[in-house]
């Protein structure tokens, strides 16, 4: 074989090619530039990141709180509540360390398409299993104490334990029907895909207020009004009528750390709410700037607000899980020492019930 031939032939091939086609004929400077940038993967990742550890470090800020709290006189304190309260802590952690899953599993895994599906079912039924979790001992904990602070004495606990079990069971239907619009709705995947806004949009945006902003105010109202009147209660009564025992500098601080816990809660819902609305407004007005980074900022945003807004819930549990002695009583927020007259009024109620040890 020549080499001087197939030099030469060589050559002549690629001037050919050359003049035939001249697109092919750049210079240096009109190479696209190659260089890295960002993908959508890794900005949402980036995401999470941010919005993840502010609102994990302020859940756990809460619940060591509420912990220290239940620790207090734990002899006094109520069996069932306490159920409640940890049934809170681990569903939110449950649901803090899913949601943190779901959203880095492909560091997790070799992300292999047949995957993907089996992780976003798996993610979608770990939520809405987690929050149906919380539904029901948000039920229980309102069931358990409504009576108690309303000065509702006619209780009884079959009732009670009927009446649970139903709002245990419409709370796991509530977060089923709630979770169910996210297979179609809100996936990374068709908003990757759809960058338009369509009817169905305007739907989800709705849906996405309604799911977590709605519930939150209505849940963090409730718990503040349970406060408040709590509180005013037992500033104008004897400090004896709060559920734990201690002295008045435990009491007060207790009460005050509760408050402060509240207040800090609102501030920063209805801030995160605020910005949250201006962003959603921003995507309807300008659908070319509604990246599936925004969608998953909301997202985050909202799944974490909601999550915060629980933890409410668990202070005012161990503020209010006291034993029913104090709170229960015929004379509502005062103090009462005579403890048997309440059971007295149980016997008279419902003469076939035995005095329930829960009270003694």
């Not at 068709?190 to 305007?202: A, E, I, K, M, Q």
């Not at 201690?246 to 709410?273: D, K, Y």
């Not at 659908?287 to 998953?296: K, S």
């Not at 629980?310 to 209010?320: A, N, P, W, Y």
């Amino acid at each position: 074989m020549d080499l001087t031939t197939t030099e030469t032939f060589t050559t002549d091939m690629m001037e050919d090619i050359l003049t035939t086609s001249p697109t092919l004929s750049m210079n240096v400077s009109d190479v696209p530039d190659i260089s890295p940038t960002p993908t959508p993967d890794v900005m949402c990742s980036k995401v999470v990141t941010m919005t993840t550890i502010p609102m994990l470090g302020l859940a756990i800020v809460i619940n060591c709180i509420t912990l220290a709290m239940v620790s207090c006189d734990p002899k006094k304190r109520n069996t069932r509540s306490n159920i409640y309260a940890a049934s809170f802590f681990i569903a939110e952690i449950f649901y803090a360390l899913n949601t943190l899953v779901a959203h880095y599993h492909r560091y997790f895994f070799s992300t292999p398409e047949q995957y993907e599906n089996v992780i976003a079912h798996g993610y979608l039924f770990m939520e809405f299993a987690s929050r149906g979790a919380m539904a029901i001992s948000l039920g229980g904990v309102l069931i358990d104490r409504y009576r108690a602070i309303f000065n509702v004495t006619s209780y009884c606990p079959r009732q009670s334990l009927c009446v649970s079990c139903c709002y245990a069971l419409a709370g796991w239907l509530l977060a089923l029907l709630l979770a169910v619009p996210f297979l179609a709705g809100l996936t990374d995947y068709w908003y990757s895909t759809y960058h338009s806004l369509r009817p169905f949009d305007v739907y989800t945006g709705v849906h996405t207020a309604i799911v977590y902003f709605l519930p939150l105010l209505v849940f963090s109202l409730a718990y503040n009004i349970l406060m408040c009147r709590l509180i005013s209660c037992s500033s104008r009564q004897s400090l004896d009528s709060f559920a734990a025992k201690g002295n008045h500098r435990q009491r007060a601080t207790r009460r005050n750390l509760a408050t402060v816990m509240i207040v800090t809660v609102i501030a920063f819902v209805f801030t995160w709410l605020l910005y949250l609305s201006v962003r959603v407004i921003e995507g309807y007005f300008k659908p070319e700037d509604f990246q599936p980074i925004n969608i998953a900022a909301l997202r985050l945003a909202g799944n974490y607000v909601a999550y915060l807004g629980l933890s409410v819930c668990s202070v005012l549990v161990c503020v209010l899980c006291g034993d029913y002695k104090s709170l229960d009583s015929h004379r509502g927020c005062s103090c009462c020492s005579d403890n048997q007259n309440f059971v007295t009024k149980i016997e008279q109620a419902w003469p076939s019930s035995k005095p329930n040890p829960y009270y003694v």
